[in-house]
């Protein structure tokens, strides 16, 4: 299937399955890595990276993955992403954000049993995220760029 279609992402999230079944998590992660770039809204594929880092015991890595899933998997998205951006409270890491990295192209709220509110700013063609708190304080930054470890 990946011969005649190389950039068909289900496919690429079977094999990444497959791979960190075997062991092989390296491949797995590149594999898996691509079928985001594809397509970025899949939150299953995030969830599977996650579970690559997890096998391997890298639990920053996991940590990082298991919040874009989360956010994309319980987020609602703010109807205006920018201007609930520049509504971050001044001087907060979220506004530093915001100055520094731009206006995010999605802003999902959400809320976490232990951190409360939370909002998730999804730079995807940055493939970054950043998950703030009410109060604009960082609680988690997220990379799935290629190549990252």
Same mark, same amino acid.
């Given at each position: 299937?990946?011969?005649?279609?190389?950039?068909?992402?289900?496919?690429?999230?079977? +094999?990444? /399955?497959?791979? &960190?079944?075997?062991?092989?998590? %390296?491949? #797995?992660?590149?594999?898996? =890595?691509?079928?985001?770039?594809?397509?970025?809204?899949?939150?299953?594929?995030?969830?599977?990276?996650?579970?690559?880092?997890?096998?391997?015991?890298?639990?920053?890595?996991?940590?990082?993955?298991?919040?874009?899933?989360?956010? +994309?998997? /319980?987020?609602? &998205?703010?109807?205006?992403?920018? %201007?609930? #951006?520049?509504?971050?409270? =001044?001087?907060?890491?979220?506004?530093?954000?915001?100055?520094?990295?731009?206006?995010?192209?999605?802003?999902?709220?959400?809320?976490?049993?232990?951190?409360?509110?939370?909002?998730?700013?999804?730079?995807?063609?940055?493939?970054?995220?950043?998950?703030?708190? &009410?109060?604009?304080?960082?609680?988690?930054?997220?990379?799935?760029?290629?190549?990252?470890?």
């Amino acid at each position: 299937m990946l011969v005649k279609s190389p950039n068909d992402a289900d496919a690429l999230s079977q +094999l990444g /399955s497959v791979l &960190a079944d075997e062991k092989k998590f %390296a491949e #797995a992660e590149q594999v898996l =890595a691509k079928a985001i770039s594809i397509k970025p809204e899949e939150k299953v594929y995030f969830r599977q990276l996650a579970a690559v880092y997890s096998k391997q015991s890298n639990n920053t890595r996991m940590t990082e993955m298991m919040f874009v899933y989360l956010a +994309l998997n /319980s987020g609602t &998205a703010a109807p205006d992403a920018a %201007a609930t #951006a520049k509504g971050a409270k =001044a001087g907060s890491a979220a506004a530093n954000t915001a100055a520094s990295m731009g206006m995010p192209e999605r802003v999902l709220m959400w809320t976490d049993n232990t951190a409360g509110a939370l909002q998730t700013w999804v730079y995807g063609t940055k493939k970054i995220a950043f998950t703030f708190n &009410a109060a604009g304080v960082l609680v988690q930054k997220s990379d799935w760029s290629f190549g990252k470890k």
